[in-house]
């Protein structure tokens, strides 16, 4: 039930299929959050038609409310929320650690204190297993510890090596309770290292001594450092990451970001800016780059948000319309703005999986990059 197939390569890009459970993903794909088994403002039926193949559903947050149990007695995520493509959870690695006033980091686990009543609970390895087990996503992320960036070589070597630790502990609580889901889950590990290349690679070394994995994922980028501190992690993983894993860069979703790093060999993203920008009166435009829609500019705009994109928003209303409903607080305009940056996303991972397909994907993505640039508008 797990398979990945790359179809073509360009350099370091690659198109391929992730095969699933719950359905096959074309990759490079972007995957909208749903937090809280929702992506915010969008209905299941508005994903679908922008074409989502995976989304992305928390366990810190669904632990919390409204209890993994309670999903899992529904019949699990797909069930819960009517969603019928893959789904992706993260551990609540990244949650838990950004708690830093009101946790507790031991070799145990996080003990944290909740965002929603204050209570205490405990995170193990272990116990993020289980929860992910009872919310029965397609793919599962283990438990990992989560710097920020630009942290001390010696903070990020504590971080690293204690989520490989943890990550032994992910792996044998998995496999032991393998066969309550019939082989329905796979689960991924996450390589820490902050922006030390050396540590990355030592975090790949040893996961690949641990055995065979479905897949890898790279946490712990996007939270603080450059981007060319970035990009430099990458191109360093890039030659020695298994050709045959699919590849997960979390928490990573902006327009050039996504671009730049398909280029560097990355197959998933994952990221809250298109819905977040959107909640905030920003959009994506093909040729203009990063638009503030309430800027008066757009008072009497007749236009489209983006003339070159497909989505309803774009079919439908013009950005003088849109403008007007942000500046009166519809909450219309919150689910607009949306649907188009979440589109934009989809669409602009669609169009560089048929640039790699073509063998076009270098000078294509370079034009992109320059004309997105080029046009760039302050937030």
């Given at each position: 039930?797990?398979?990945?197939?790359?179809?073509a390569e360009q350099g370091a890009?690659?198109?391929?299929?992730?095969?699933?459970?719950?359905?096959?993903?074309?990759?490079?794909?972007?995957?909208?959050?749903?937090?809280?088994?929702?992506?915010?403002?969008?209905?299941?039926?508005?994903?679908?038609?922008?074409?989502?193949?995976?989304?992305?559903?928390?366990?810190?947050?669904?632990?919390?409310?409204?209890?993994?149990?309670?999903?899992r007695d529904a019949g699990g995520?797909?069930?819960?929320?009517?969603?019928?493509?893959?789904?992706?959870?993260?551990?609540?690695?990244?949650?838990?650690?950004?708690?830093?006033?009101?946790?507790?980091?031991?070799?145990?686990?996080?003990?944290?204190?909740?965002?929603?009543?204050?209570?205490?609970?405990?995170?193990?390895?272990?116990?993020?297993?289980?929860?992910?087990?009872?919310?029965?996503?397609?793919?599962?992320?283990?438990?990992?510890?989560?710097?920020?960036?630009?942290?001390?070589?010696?903070?990020?070597?504590?971080?690293?090596?204690?989520?490989?630790?943890?990550?032994?502990?992910?792996?044998?609580?998995?496999?032991?309770?393998?066969?309550?889901?019939?082989?329905?889950?796979?689960?991924?590990?996450?390589?820490?290292?902050?922006?030390?290349?050396?540590?990355?690679?030592?975090?790949?070394?040893?996961?690949?001594?641990?055995?065979?994995?479905?897949?890898?994922?790279?946490?712990?980028?996007?939270?603080?450092?450059?981007?060319?501190?970035?990009?430099?992690?990458?191109?360093?993983?890039?030659?020695?990451?298994?050709?045959?894993?699919?590849?997960?860069?979390?928490?990573?979703?902006?327009?050039?970001?996504?671009?730049?790093?398909?280029?560097?060999?990355?197959?998933?993203?994952?990221?809250?800016?298109?819905?977040?920008?959107?909640?905030?009166?920003?959009?994506?435009?093909?040729?203009?780059?990063?638009?503030?829609?309430?800027?008066?500019?757009?008072?009497?705009?007749?236009?489209?948000?983006?003339?070159?994109?497909?989505?309803?928003?774009?079919?439908?209303?013009?950005?003088?319309?849109?403008?007007?409903?942000?500046?009166?607080?519809?909450?219309?305009?919150?689910?607009?703005?949306?649907?188009?940056?979440?589109?934009?996303?989809i669409r602009l991972a669609e169009?560089?999986?048929?640039?790699?397909?073509?063998?076009?994907?270098?000078?294509?993505?370079?034009?992109?990059?320059?004309?997105?640039?080029?046009?760039?508008?302050?937030?």
């Amino acid at each position: 039930m797990f398979e990945f197939e790359i179809e073509a390569e360009q350099g370091a890009a690659r198109a391929g299929w992730l095969r699933l459970p719950h359905g096959a993903v074309p990759t490079p794909v972007f995957m909208p959050v749903g937090t809280q088994a929702t992506v915010k403002t969008v209905t299941r039926d508005e994903l679908l038609e922008l074409n989502a193949s995976i989304i992305l559903a928390n366990t810190y947050h669904l632990y919390l409310r409204p209890g993994a149990e309670l999903i899992r007695d529904a019949g699990g995520l797909h069930a819960f929320m009517s969603w019928p493509r893959p789904v992706l959870t993260d551990s609540g690695g990244y949650q838990v650690f950004s708690l830093s006033g009101t946790r507790t980091i031991r070799e145990e686990g996080v003990l944290f204190q909740s965002h929603i009543d204050g209570s205490r609970h405990l995170f193990t390895p272990e116990r993020v297993i289980d929860i992910q087990r009872d919310l029965g996503a397609d793919i599962v992320m283990a438990f990992d510890e989560c710097p920020p960036g630009n942290v001390s070589r010696e903070a990020a070597t504590i971080a690293h090596e204690r989520t490989l630790r943890w990550l032994v502990r992910c792996r044998t609580q998995f496999e032991e309770r393998r066969a309550e889901d019939h082989g329905r889950q796979m689960l991924l590990p996450i390589l820490q290292g902050s922006v030390y290349p050396d540590l990355r690679r030592d975090a790949l070394r040893r996961v690949l001594e641990l055995g065979d994995w479905p897949g890898i994922a790279l946490g712990g980028l996007s939270v603080g450092e450059s981007k060319p501190a970035m990009w430099s992690v990458l191109e360093a993983l890039e030659p020695d990451l298994p050709r045959a894993w699919p590849r997960y860069l979390m928490g990573v979703g902006y327009p050039d970001d996504l671009i730049e790093a398909i280029g560097r060999g990355i197959d998933l993203f994952d990221c809250v800016a298109p819905t977040r920008n959107g909640r905030n009166g920003t959009v994506w435009v093909e040729e203009e780059g990063q638009v503030n829609v309430k800027a008066a500019r757009f008072r009497a705009d007749e236009r489209p948000l983006d003339p070159a994109c497909d989505c309803y928003a774009c079919r439908t209303y013009s950005r003088a319309y849109v403008r007007h409903l942000i500046l009166a607080r519809e909450l219309l305009a919150l689910r607009l703005l949306s649907i188009h940056n979440l589109r934009f996303m989809i669409r602009l991972a669609e169009r560089a999986r048929s640039a790699i397909a073509r063998g076009t994907f270098a000078g294509w993505s370079a034009d992109w990059l320059a004309r997105y640039r080029a046009g760039r508008q302050p937030a």
